[in-house]
Each structure stands twice: as C-alpha cells, then as structure tokens.
C-alpha cells in the first residue's frame, strides 16, 4: 500500500468504521461518554434518540462519501496528499453537526417538546 493510500484509510476509513459503529450500536439512554451530545440533545430521551439518529445516518453518509473521495483521490490524483484527506474528515463531521441542530431546532422546541 502507497503512502497515501495508508494515510486516506487512517484517515477517512477510520471515520467510515466508526460512523458505522456508532450507526449500528446507538447509545440507549442518555450518558455523557457516548452519543452525540449537545444540551438540546440531552434535554430528554425522545430528543436524545432522535438527535442520534440523525446524527449517526448523516454521518454515516457523508463520512462514506469522505471515503470515497479520499480513495479517488490517493489513487488518481498524482499530486502528494497533504491535508486533503483531513478536511473531507472535518467537513464530514461539521456538515453532520449542523445537520443534526438544523433538525433539532425544526423539530424540538427549545423546551425539549416536539414541535407540531
């Protein structure tokens, strides 16, 4: 494996495993070591589960698509992969954060009842 391809699967693969992990094994109940964790998103249980299961599907996609773009890039780019990679990492995780609060705010008021 070349040196970018390694750094794109440490990288952007790792991101893919865990967004997949945290999709497949959401937390249960509220907690402060696991779960996306924002005080809207821990106001109650029905927020909680919902905040993680947007966040977990968003991430889930956009951290594969991170992937994806990673591996195009370390095989057909012939420049050298610097801080390319990372900045797929950051957006993927940044797009899913902002996802997830759009929803929330659209959904929950900011008392933690479900909007109508």
Known sequence: MNDALTYVVTTNGLLFLLSFIFWKFPPKKINSLYGYKT???MLNQQ??????????????????????????????????LTWQPMAFVF????????????????NFTDEGKKKK
Do not use: M
Not at 93 to 106: F, P, W
């Open 47 to 80: 927020i909680w589960d919902f905040a993680n299961s947007t966040f977990n599907n968003s991430l889930l996609i956009y951290a594969g698509i991170s992937f994806i773009a990673g591996l195009f890039f370390a095989t057909f780019v012939k420049a050298e």
């Open 91 to 106: 957006l993927s995780v940044i797009v899913s954060i902002v996802k997830t609060e759009r929803a929330l705010t659209d």
């Open 39 to 41: 005080p809207k998103a």
